[in-house]
């Protein structure tokens, strides 16, 4: 079945310094969520992205979606404390009624 | 807030006990998807459903059955609980064309 690697696992960052995580699916993807959960919280929606080659900003927060719709990455300009908490992708295949989340990378941001 | 709520918060059961958890989803969706996150890993698919029918299910067992009511809130059911049911399940309203997928705060369930 479909399987969504996301690395890496942890990072921690000074406050100010850039991060990315980076998410790679087994299969071609109809298109790809990103989502952020806090500390005891639940996943809450960033962005989806569909188009191959797709590139989204949200002020500091850049994603992309690869030219062959199999990767993904979500990068962090300047992070801030508020940064904090794990990122997660989550693909959608052909049959559009599933989401295949990847494991998520825990983002500490250091102030 | 995404307007998706599930009850309870946290649960406590028994190994071989029966759980039902309960999800209202967002107004104006009709579809919703249940996942179980174990600790430190990403939520993994159960089922969704659509207009009160099983719209697809991921890898776990039969064990696991769902009910959506006409009002598109809907239940999660799992019986003869294991310690490894020990996860925070998640329930999420979208519309079937599965875009923005909206999630509650979850239901912690610990079976000792």
């Known amino acids: 079945g479909q399987q969504v690697m996301q690395i890496p696992q942890y990072q921690h960052v000074q406050e100010g310094e850039d991060f990315t995580t980076y998410c790679n699916s087994s299969?071609?993807?109809?298109?790809i969520q990103w989502y952020k959960q806090r500390p005891g919280g639940h996943p809450v929606f960033l962005i989806q992205l569909v188009k191959s080659g797709e590139v989204k900003k949200q002020k500091r927060l850049t994603f992309q979606f690869g030219e062959a719709k199999k990767n993904s990455s979500l990068h962090i300009t300047a992070t801030q404390t508020t940064d904090v908490g794990t990122y997660f992708c989550?693909?959608?295949?052909?049959?559009?009624?599933?989401?295949?989340f990847g494991k998520g990378t825990l983002l500490t941001v250091n102030p | 807030e995404t307007g998706v709520t599930q009850s309870p918060t946290h649960l406590i059961k028994t190994r071989g006990q029966q759980v039902t958890l309960r999800c209202s989803s967002q107004s104006g969706h009709n579809t919703v998807s249940w996942y179980q996150q174990a600790l430190g890993q990403g939520p993994q698919f159960i089922f969704q459903?659509?207009?009160?029918?099983?719209?697809g299910r991921g890898n776990f067992p039969p064990r696991f059955s769902g009910l959506q009511f006409p009002n598109y809130s809907s239940e999660l059911n799992v019986n003869a609980l294991e310690l490894d049911d020990s996860a925070l399940y998640l329930c999420?309203?979208?519309?079937?064309?599965?875009?923005?997928?909206?999630f509650g705060q979850g239901t912690r369930l610990t079976v000792v």
């Open positions: 999420a309203s979208s519309h079937l064309t599965n875009t923005e997928a909206f």
């Open positions: 299969t071609t993807l109809s298109n």
């Open positions: 459903y659509y207009r009160e029918e099983e719209n």
């Open positions: 989550a693909g959608s295949g052909g049959s559009n009624y599933k989401l295949t």
